[in-house]
């Protein structure tokens, strides 16, 4: 099983500010098949990365991801208020399908 | 538009079983794996399994094994989802999602609410 860490916990940070987010696999991710959701309060998580840097339709480009093998970034260069959000990276490359614990970003 | 839409909000006795529903419109239906995903409060997402509408094939998490069953009805283009022998610690927010190809999963219902309490 690939277990997925995220850093840091929580991220408090202001609008306007760059916010970024990593996630590191215990084993290599093969064909970089890592994903990036947004998650809010009772709502459904949102898909915003595939493949580690293709951003989903509709995606602002304030969004991007980077890394390959076992390092991933998530960066929102700036923050909008809509942003604020726990934030989880996915690797699809191995069953079982695992998921980071998250990151908090909140607003500072 | 494509959309998943679930059944709603469940809640169950300790030892009782829940089924949810995943109907889902706006696409070929046996094109896309559907996988169901669960979130227990204050938690974060956790794999619970796949199936493939096309041919009904599933695999599910190992912590899981025995008390899923996912299933799908391609005449309603809906998937189901039951777990058996239900346990406080199987509250949570189920969600059934659509990997998109290459793609993680690209579309997500709304989710249901399962509270498993005496």
């Known amino acids: 099983e690939i277990v997925l860490t995220q850093s840091p916990g929580t991220l408090s940070l202001s609008p306007g500010e760059r916010a970024t987010l990593s996630c590191t696999a215990s084993?290599?991710?093969?064909?970089?098949?890592l994903a990036w959701y947004q998650h809010k309060p009772g709502q459904a998580p949102r898909l915003l990365i595939s493949g580690a840097s293709s951003r989903a339709t509709g995606i602002p480009d304030r969004f991007s991801g980077s890394g390959s093998g076992t390092d991933f970034t998530l960066t929102i260069s700036r923050l909008e208020p809509g942003d604020f959000a726990v934030y989880y990276c996915?690797?699809?490359?191995?069953?079982?399908?695992?998921f980071g614990q998250g990151t908090r970003l909140e607003i500072k | 538009q494509v959309q998943l839409v679930q059944s709603g909000a469940e809640v169950k006795k300790p030892g009782a079983s829940v089924r949810v529903s995943c109907k889902a419109s706006g696409y070929s239906f046996t094109t896309y794996y559907m996988h169901w995903v669960r979130q227990a409060p204050g938690q974060g997402l956790e794999w619970m399994g796949i199936?493939?509408?096309?041919?009904?094939?599933?695999t599910y998490a190992q912590k899981l094994q025995g008390r899923v069953t996912m299933t799908r009805d391609t005449s309603t283009s809906t998937v189901n989802m039951e777990l058996s022998s239900l346990r406080s610690e199987d509250t949570a927010v189920y969600y059934c999602?659509?990997?998109?190809?290459?793609?993680?999963?690209?579309?997500w219902g709304q989710g249901t609410m399962v509270t498993v309490s005496s």
């Open positions: 999602a659509r990997r998109g190809g290459v793609q993680g999963f690209d579309i």
């Open positions: 084993h290599i991710v093969s064909s970089n098949y």
């Open positions: 996915q690797q699809y490359t191995d069953s079982p399908i695992t």
């Open positions: 199936i493939n509408p096309s041919g009904g094939s599933t």
